[in-house]
């Protein structure tokens, strides 16, 4: 299993940047997949959700409107759309393989595998 999450980097407030997580051993197939940030000395919070058809997604209120989920599963690829960032996006951004098809798909403890986590930096 190796998610890869790739993408972030320092940004003023109202850029933009696009996540990305490619998963090497296809361990995703079939499941939901998430982002979740955790921002310096706070919980890990979730994102964004995206079932294995991407017909549905689900967000935190927070970036409803801002970030889009999506995914590639020939790529076997899932991608977060950041536009409109703010400095309270800060964050290290991580994306995971939800296991199983029943939990809520924003608790962080449905989700088994885990990518190393991005740096997304949004300056005021």
């Known amino acids: 299993v190796q998610l890869q999450a790739s993408g972030g980097g320092l940004v003023q407030a109202g850029g933009s940047l696009r996540l990305s997580c490619a998963d090497s051993?296809?361990?995703?197939?079939?499941?939901?997949m998430g982002w979740f940030r955790q921002a310096p000395g706070k919980e890990r919070e979730f994102v964004a959700a995206?079932?294995?058809?991407?017909?549905?997604?689900y967000y935190t209120d927070s970036v409803k409107g801002r970030l889009t989920i999506s995914r590639d599963n020939a790529k076997n690829t899932v991608y977060l759309q950041m536009n409109s960032l703010k400095p309270e996006d800060t964050a290290v951004y991580y994306c995971?393989?939800?296991?199983?098809?029943?939990?809520?798909?924003?608790?962080?403890?449905?989700?088994?595998?885990w990518g190393q986590g991005t740096l997304v930096t949004v300056s005021s």
């Open positions: 995971a393989v939800k296991l199983g098809y029943s939990g809520s798909y924003d608790n962080p403890s449905q989700y088994g595998y």
């Open positions: 051993g296809r361990t995703s197939s079939g499941y939901v």
């Open positions: 995206i079932s294995w058809s991407g017909d549905r997604t």
